[in-house]
């Protein structure tokens, strides 16, 4: 063992104190009693595992629609001038970096019965009864993708600018027309960034919580909601260790098959 | 400093320093004595040790055997901060955070100097590499040989006992690079500083050092003056490294007489006794036209150097020669035919 | 003519991505007693109102303290960490590694529950230096990431020329690497500041009676929408911009650690 190991070891303290033992020691309450019981209710009662899916379900959607809003905006970003790159940067970096509760309030005066959208629509006769946008599916989708967008954008603007200029300027000199280009050039070779975003705003959907709890009103119940309603309202901990330790494998398996899937692709 | 470089300059000696990095050993048993006020050159290819030899003696790397002493005494264990030595890097490694004059300052902030003194100390150094007046700048706002200039300051300034230069030039273009070299041996003779330049090229080998040690695959192949060097090299690598030659291997098939590979008998004079296996070497630009040991046939390759012609001739037994004259009159065309002929006394063998 | 598609598409991202930040602003400056937009008239009421209402006041010191506290001790656990990680070869480096960046993958709300149940045992429920440990777990990972980025590009030739210049590891450590690894820890001083100050959901377990600005927030959004939360959302984003300006200006690694 060597001598700068030692640097590290109050952060280990730390860590270990504070993370790993508190975790390891919350999941083993799910096995209360030596038996499987907590998980069997939680994948096996109808009611939760309603909750499983709508988790997956709406961290699917929100992975999607990241990736269609944000491939084309990390990819402007990385093939404009450095001024508009800056601007854009600017533009992804501030929502960020806001406070989470913030825009989600944001989105509460935007989405609201009585909010901008539904107002600004009334008022121009397109519709006479607001649309529910809130407290429901849709009030958290949009709340979420608003949220991850940024994750998505970033590993896709580095992607598209780790590519080099040189292979673009070639198959534009062998007379490939723009679309041509992306499809053939551009996509193929920025998949691993697209991959890296696209788990990134998968894994965090998962364990997402504020958003779904202010957006959702009740309705929208996700893991992360319902761990937090456990613990805090019915105090039933052995189930809520179960949840977590159900997202906590959740998290990793996916995290392990993207490495794996990472790895076998040919470097590019 | 001016005045205190020449004591303060000590003589460095290296004895069978030995380092491996798994199975390549980087040194193998290197053995060299640098003299009070002398300059070293230590040539090599890359990969050839000399780095690592640089870092033992600096005291970035132990050797796993062997010792480094100055003035005989033994810091082979001594960390770096403690060995007094001044060093140049390849990038130079200047501070980028701290102004021409705090670089230079350093050392000296290091060593409890009173300010006063360093002040003093930092403007003599500044005026030595002719940087006067360059104290406030950042190191990025000064070009490559000013960076290299503050360096240099910045490794004398505290009256080191042996100067390091590793592979200092590099980063120069060709003209500012021969204009340093002259500098930095001006200074360093000015100094009295014992100094061991490391260094690939080796023409800036020749141009700079008292003595050049040519190293390959960890061990060193030849410790010499700079002429006996390029006159009498101990061997093929030698020979090869240094300069353009043309080498051949034969016997020796009577006293001044050898037999190469092809047949080809060689006038030479040398002592070594017949019967035995010799490299020959001769130098390009020691050929005449005609003469004794001549060399017939097809010019091959021409080429015009400005100040000489560059042939390679193809003779009728197969050797090819590699030629220099001076350039006078037309340059020969390939395909003419040409006679030269070498002096026994131009030709070394070994 | 494709780019041109392309640049009208991502107007319209980007207006997605500011349209709430935006809609805030007008808000907070309305005269109406309830969230109404468009503002019926201008008034500086919410901000009035946060200003003088003591809890408002006593939860954003809270956040900011907790916060400070946070980056300083982040800081000084995750740098030496990171110059382990970069620079020791020891057993287990990868494993350290990955423990160090763990808490930004396990979700936020396993750790939070987790600690919960070792808080409620120690009773450490409503200290503020409990929120800062917890806090500083989630900005170990973006410490370590900024720092461990910083060692990698740095020019370790410098180090030996100061050591070969009579500098001790100390000395060297304090005049030559720190000052120039300085755009580093700001970024990750700064990271750490924000992680802790915009955090909602260890605060949401951890805070008790004691509340931080987010926790605070948080609550008045599930019981009522009163602009009053728009006034702070203004404040929060000048804040968080300034920050932003200030990694900007005198950090590195904004974009790289922001992933």
Same mark, same amino acid.
């Given at each position: 063992?060597?001598?700068?190991?030692?640097?590290?070891?109050?952060?280990?303290?730390?860590?270990?104190?504070?993370?790993?033992?508190?975790?390891?020691?919350?999941?083993?309450?799910?096995? !209360?009693?030596?038996?499987?019981?907590?998980?069997?209710?939680?994948?096996? !009662?109808?009611?939760?595992?309603?909750?499983?899916?709508?988790?997956? !379900?709406?961290?699917?959607?929100?992975?999607?629609?990241?990736?269609?809003?944000?491939?084309?905006?990390?990819?402007?970003?990385?093939?404009?001038?450095?001024?508009?790159?800056?601007?854009?940067?600017?533009?992804?970096?501030?929502?960020?970096?806001?406070?989470?509760?913030?825009?989600?309030?944001?989105?509460?005066?935007?989405?609201?019965?009585?909010?901008?959208?539904?107002?600004?629509?009334?008022?121009?006769?397109?519709?006479?009864?607001?649309?529910?946008?809130?407290?429901?599916?849709?009030?958290?989708?949009?709340?979420?993708?608003?949220?991850?967008?940024?994750?998505?954008?970033?590993?896709?603007?580095?992607?598209?600018?780790? #590519?080099?200029?040189?292979?673009?300027?070639?198959?534009?000199? #062998?007379?490939?027309?723009?679309?041509?280009?992306?499809?053939?050039?551009?996509?193929?070779?920025?998949?691993?960034?697209?991959?890296?975003?696209?788990?990134?705003?998968?894994?965090?959907? #998962?364990?997402?919580?504020?958003?779904?709890?202010?957006?959702?009103?009740?309705?929208?119940?996700?893991?992360?909601?319902?761990?937090?309603?456990?613990?805090?309202?019915?105090?039933?901990?052995?189930?809520?260790?179960?949840?977590?330790?159900?997202?906590?494998?959740?998290?990793?398996?996916?995290?392990?098959?993207?490495?794996?899937?990472?790895?076998? !692709?040919?470097?590019? | 400093?001016?005045?205190?470089?020449?004591?303060?300059?000590?003589?460095?000696?290296?004895?069978?320093?030995?380092?491996? &990095?798994?199975?390549?050993?980087?040194?193998?048993?290197?053995?060299?004595?640098?003299?009070?006020?002398?300059?070293?050159?230590?040539?090599?290819?890359?990969?050839?040790? @000399?780095?690592?030899?640089? @870092?033992?003696?600096? %005291?970035?790397?132990?050797?796993?055997?062997?010792?480094?002493?100055?003035?005989?005494?033994?810091?082979?264990?001594?960390?770096?901060?403690?060995?007094?030595?001044?060093?140049? &890097?390849?990038?130079?490694?200047?501070?980028?955070?701290?102004?021409?004059?705090?670089?230079?300052?350093?050392?000296?902030?290091?060593?409890?100097?009173?300010?006063?003194?360093?002040?003093?100390?930092? *403007?003599?150094?500044?005026?030595?590499?002719?940087?006067?007046?360059?104290?406030?700048?950042?190191?990025?706002?000064?070009?490559?040989?000013?960076?290299?200039?503050?360096?240099?300051?910045?490794?004398?300034?505290?009256?080191?006992?042996?100067?390091?230069?590793?592979?200092?030039?590099?980063?120069?273009?060709?003209?500012?690079?021969?204009?340093?070299?002259?500098?930095?041996?001006?200074?360093?003779?000015?100094?009295?500083?014992?100094?061991?330049?490391?260094?690939?090229?080796?023409?800036?080998?020749?141009?700079?050092?008292?003595?050049?040690?040519?190293?390959?695959?960890?061990?060193?192949?030849?410790?010499?003056?700079?002429?006996?060097?390029?006159?009498?090299?101990?061997?093929?690598?030698? *020979?090869?490294?240094?300069?353009?030659?043309?080498?051949?291997?034969?016997?020796?098939?009577?006293?001044?007489?050898?037999?190469?590979?092809? %047949?080809?008998?060689?006038?030479?004079?040398?002592?070594?006794?017949?019967? @035995?296996?010799?490299?020959?070497?001769?130098?390009?630009?020691?050929?005449?036209?005609?003469?004794?040991?001549? &060399?017939?046939?097809?010019?091959?390759?021409?080429?015009?150097?400005?100040?000489?012609?560059?042939?390679?001739?193809?003779?009728?037994?197969?050797?090819?020669?590699?030629?220099?004259?001076?350039?006078?009159?037309?340059?020969?065309?390939?395909?003419?035919?040409?006679?030269?002929?070498?002096?026994?006394?131009?030709?070394?063998?070994? | 003519?494709?780019?041109?598609?392309?640049?009208?598409?991502?107007?319209?991202?980007?207006?997605?991505?500011?349209?709430?930040?935006?809609?805030?602003?007008?808000?907070?400056?309305?005269?109406?007693?309830?969230?109404?937009?468009?503002?019926?008239?201008?008034?500086?009421?919410?901000?009035?109102?946060?200003?003088?209402?003591?809890?408002? =006041?006593?939860?954003?010191?809270?956040?900011?303290?907790?916060?400070?506290?946070?980056?300083?001790?982040?800081?000084?656990?995750?740098?030496?960490?990171?110059?382990?990680?970069?620079?020791?070869?020891?057993?287990?480096?990868?494993?350290?590694?990955?423990?160090?960046?763990?808490?930004?993958?396990?979700?936020?709300?396993?750790?939070?529950?987790?600690?919960?149940?070792?808080?409620?045992?120690?009773?450490?429920?409503?200290?503020?230096?409990?929120?800062?440990?917890?806090?500083?777990?989630?900005?170990?990972?973006?410490?370590?990431?900024?720092?461990?980025?910083?060692?990698?590009?740095?020019?370790?030739?410098?180090?030996?020329?100061?050591?070969?210049?009579?500098?001790?590891?100390?000395?060297?450590?304090?005049?030559?690497?720190?000052?120039?690894?300085?755009?580093?820890?700001?970024?990750?001083?700064?990271?750490?500041?924000?992680?802790?100050?915009?955090?909602?959901?260890?605060?949401?377990?951890?805070?008790?009676?004691?509340?931080?600005?987010?926790?605070?927030?948080?609550?008045?959004?599930?019981?009522?929408?009163?602009?009053?939360?728009?006034?702070?959302?203004?404040?929060?984003?000048?804040?968080?911009?300034?920050?932003?300006?200030? =990694?900007?200006?005198?950090?590195?690694?904004?974009?790289?650690?922001?992933?």
């Amino acid at each position: 063992m060597n001598r700068s190991f030692f640097p590290a070891l109050p952060a280990l303290v730390l860590l270990f104190f504070f993370f790993l033992f508190p975790v390891v020691r919350m999941l083993g309450f799910s096995l !209360e009693g030596g038996s499987l019981d907590w998980y069997a209710k939680a994948l096996g !009662e109808g009611l939760y595992l309603r909750v499983f899916w709508n988790t997956f !379900e709406i961290a699917l959607l929100v992975t999607l629609f990241c990736l269609l809003l944000g491939y084309p905006l990390g990819f402007l970003m990385a093939t404009t001038t450095p001024l508009w790159a800056t601007v854009g940067f600017i533009f992804v970096l501030l929502p960020l970096w806001t406070s989470v509760l913030v825009r989600t309030y944001a989105w509460m005066v935007l989405l609201g019965r009585n909010g901008v959208f539904n107002r600004t629509l009334i008022d121009a006769g397109i519709i006479t009864d607001p649309i529910p946008l809130l407290h429901n599916f849709t009030g958290v989708l949009i709340g979420m993708v608003h949220v991850l967008l940024p994750y998505m954008v970033l590993p896709v603007y580095g992607a598209v600018r780790r #590519l080099d200029p040189a292979i673009v300027a070639a198959a534009e000199g #062998l007379g490939a027309s723009n679309w041509r280009i992306f499809w053939r050039i551009y996509l193929p070779l920025t998949l691993n960034g697209i991959f890296a975003g696209a788990v990134i705003v998968f894994v965090l959907s #998962l364990g997402f919580f504020i958003t779904p709890a202010l957006l959702g009103g009740g309705r929208v119940i996700m893991i992360a909601v319902l761990i937090e309603q456990q613990v805090r309202e019915t105090l039933n901990w052995p189930f809520a260790a179960a949840l977590s330790a159900v997202l906590l494998v959740a998290t990793f398996a996916v995290y392990a098959l993207a490495q794996r899937f990472t790895r076998t !692709e040919p470097a590019t | 400093m001016a005045s205190g470089g020449v004591e303060g300059s000590a003589e460095l000696r290296i004895d069978g320093a030995a380092k491996r &990095f798994g199975e390549v050993a980087a040194l193998d048993g290197v053995s060299l004595q640098v003299a009070r006020g002398e300059l070293l050159t230590i040539l090599g290819p890359s990969g050839s040790g @000399k780095t690592t030899l640089l @870092k033992v003696v600096a %005291g970035f790397e132990k050797p796993d055997a062997g010792s480094v002493k100055i003035d005989g005494v033994e810091i082979t264990a001594l960390p770096p901060a403690r060995r007094d030595i001044g060093m140049v &890097f390849q990038n130079y490694a200047l501070f980028p955070h701290l102004t021409v004059e705090r670089n230079v300052a350093f050392p000296l902030e290091m060593r409890n100097v009173t300010k006063a003194e360093i002040a003093r100390r930092v *403007a003599e150094a500044l005026a030595l590499v002719e940087l006067a007046g360059y104290e406030q700048r950042l190191p990025r706002q000064l070009s490559g040989g000013q960076q290299q200039r503050v360096a240099l300051a910045r490794a004398i300034v505290f009256n080191p006992r042996l100067l390091l230069l590793d592979e200092p030039f590099g980063a120069l273009d060709r003209k500012l690079r021969e204009t340093m070299q002259l500098e930095v041996r001006r200074l360093q003779r000015r100094l009295g500083l014992t100094t061991i330049f490391i260094t690939h090229d080796q023409e800036e080998a020749l141009v700079l050092s008292d003595r050049i040690a040519v190293m390959n695959k960890g061990t060193i192949q030849q410790i010499a003056t700079t002429t006996e060097i390029y006159e009498r090299p101990a061997n093929d690598f030698v *020979a090869d490294f240094v300069g353009e030659s043309n080498i051949f291997h034969g016997t020796m098939s009577g006293t001044g007489v050898v037999t190469l590979e092809g %047949g080809r008998q060689l006038r030479v004079s040398t002592s070594a006794v017949p019967g @035995k296996r010799v490299g020959v070497l001769m130098r390009p630009e020691r050929f005449a036209s005609g003469g004794i040991n001549a &060399f017939a046939g097809e010019v091959v390759e021409s080429v015009y150097l400005g100040t000489s012609f560059k042939l390679r001739l193809a003779c009728e037994d197969g050797l090819e020669l590699l030629v220099r004259q001076p350039a006078r009159g037309e340059l020969p065309a390939p395909g003419a035919r040409a006679t030269f002929g070498i002096d026994p006394d131009a030709i070394h063998v070994f | 003519m494709s780019r041109r598609l392309l640049v009208l598409a991502c107007a319209l991202i980007y207006l997605f991505l500011m349209l709430p930040l935006l809609v805030v602003f007008p808000i907070s400056l309305s005269s109406a007693p309830y969230m109404q937009f468009p503002p019926p008239g201008f008034s500086w009421q919410w901000y009035e109102r946060y200003l003088d209402d003591p809890q408002w =006041i006593d939860a954003t010191w809270r956040s900011l303290y907790i916060g400070v506290s946070t980056a300083i001790l982040a800081l000084a656990l995750g740098v030496p960490l990171a110059f382990s990680l970069v620079r020791a070869k020891f057993l287990g480096r990868a494993f350290v590694e990955r423990l160090a960046l763990a808490p930004i993958i396990v979700p936020t709300i396993i750790l939070s529950v987790a600690i919960y149940g070792i808080f409620a045992k120690l009773k450490l429920i409503g200290a503020w230096y409990g929120l800062v440990l917890a806090h500083t777990v989630l900005a170990l990972p973006f410490v370590v990431l900024v720092m461990v980025a910083g060692l990698r590009d740095f020019d370790r030739a410098l180090e030996q020329a100061a050591e070969g210049l009579g500098a001790g590891r100390w000395q060297t450590l304090r005049r030559i690497t720190l000052p120039l690894l300085r755009p580093s820890l700001v970024s990750a001083g700064l990271l750490a500041f924000i992680s802790s100050f915009d955090e909602v959901v260890v605060a949401l377990f951890l805070a008790g009676a004691n509340m931080t600005l987010p926790k605070k927030m948080f609550d008045n959004i599930l019981m009522e929408i009163d602009p009053t939360i728009a006034a702070v959302s203004v404040i929060q984003i000048l804040l968080v911009s300034v920050v932003l300006v200030l =990694i900007g200006r005198f950090g590195r690694g904004l974009s790289g650690s922001a992933r």
